[in-house]
C-alpha cells in the first residue's frame, strides 16, 4: 500500500508547487507522511461538510483544489469553521492537500479539463507558461460549428448542475467556433482575449462592469458558470490519473457535493 508520502510526490510531480502563484498555499496541509493511503477523496472546497463525507467514506487523503488556509491564522481550534474542517479530518485519520494554482496551469489541469469537458480541439494556453508551452493559463481551442445558443446548451449538460446555471452575455445566434476558457475567476484575462480571434470566452465570477465594458467592444461574446461547477471538472481527471499510476491500490471517491456558495435561484 502506498504511503502518504508516495501519493503527495506523485500528485506534486503532476502539479509542481513551485508552479503556483505568489502567495498561494499548495502541498500538504495535515498529516503523517509515513501513514498508509488506500482511499483519496477529491473535492473543489474543504468545507466542514465535505470534510464529513471524506471522513464517512474512509478516506485518508483529502485532495482539494482551494486552500484551506490561505491567510495566516492564529488558531486551528474547532470553533472557527476552518478549524472544524481540520479536527474533522484529522481526528478521522484523514490527510489534507491542496492543489491549487498549480493545478490550473498544468497539463491535465484545471482549465484543460475543463476545456475538454466541454469537447474543445486543438488546445493551447491562453497565455503560455513560456513560448509554445503546452502549460499556461486558460486554454482556446475549437468546436464543430454551433450558436452561441447551442454552445451554452453543451455547456449546461457538460457540467454539473448548479442554481447558478450557465449566463451567457451575447447574440444567441452567434456562430461559435474558437473557445476560450479559464477555470476559477478568469476576468484577469479579459483585456488579452478582447481583440482575439475567439468567438466566446467562458469563466467564472464575471461582475457588470467588466462584463459590459468588454462586450461594448464587439469581440468575443461571454459565459459566465458556476466557479464550483468549472472547476470541478478537473476531479476525475485526477482520479483517472491516480487509477493510471496506482491501479487497485488507490481506492478514489469524487465528491458531488454542491460547494458553490449560491444554493438558489428564484
Ligand atoms: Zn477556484
Known amino acids: 500500500m502506498p504511503s502518504l508520502a508516495d501519493v503527495v510526490d506523485l500528485l506534486h510531480t503532476w502539479y509542481p508547487p513551485g508552479t503556483a502563484l505568489d502567495g498561494d498555499a499548495v502541498g500538504l496541509v495535515a498529516g503523517e ?33 482551494h486552500p484551506l488556509f490561505l491567510t495566516p491564522v492564529s488558531s486551528v481550534a474547532a470553533t472557527t469553521p476552518k ?13 489534507l ?3 491549487h494554482t498549480n493545478a490550473d496551469q498544468a497539463e491535465s489541469g484545471v482549465s484543460e479539463a475543463l476545456a475538454l469537458a466541454l469537447g474543445l480541439r486543438d488546445l493551447a494556453p491562453i497565455r503560455p507558461a513560456s513560448a509554445g508551452a503546452a502549460t499556461g493559463t486558460g486554454r ?3 468546436v464543430e460549428p454551433t450558436t452561441l445558443a447551442g454552445f451554452a446548451q ?13 449566463r451567457v452575455a451575447g ?30 470566452y467562458l469563466t467564472s465570477d464575471l461582475r457588470h462592469h467588466r462584463a459590459g465594458e468588454f462586450l461594448e467592444h464587439g469581440g468575443p461574446a461571454l459565459v459566465d458558470v ?9 476531479l476525475p481527471v485526477v482520479e483517472a490519473r491516480l487509477h493510471e499510476a496506482m491501479g487497485d491500490r488507490v481506492g478514489t471517491r469524487v465528491s458531488t457535493q454542491c460547494t458553490d456558495p449560491w444554493s438558489s435561484r428564484y
Not at 36 to 61: H, I
Not at 154 to 166: C, D
Open 171 to 200: 447574440d444567441p445566434d452567434r456562430v461559435v467556433r474558437r473557445v476560450a476558457v479559464c477555470g476559477g475567476a478568469g476576468d484577469f484575462l479579459l483585456d488579452e482575449l478582447v481583440g482575439s480571434d475567439v468567438d466566446v
Open 97 to 99: 492537500l491542496t492543489a
Open 33 to 65: 507522511p509515513s501513514a498508509e493511503v488506500s482511499k483519496v477523496m477529491l473535492a473543489v472546497d474543504p468545507t466542514v461538510e465535505v470534510a464529513r463525507e471524506a471522513v464517512e467514506w474512509g478516506a485518508d487523503l483529502l485532495v482539494v483544489h
Open 140 to 142: 482556446a481551442g475549437t
Open 83 to 95: 478549524g472544524r474542517t481540520l479536527h474533522t479530518l484529522t481526528s478521522g485519520g484523514c490527510a
Open 154 to 166: 453543451r455547456v449546461a449538460s457538460a457540467l454539473p448542475a448548479t442554481a447558478h446555471g450557465v
Open 226 to 234: 458556476a466557479h464550483w461547477a468549472a472547476e470541478w471538472t478537473w
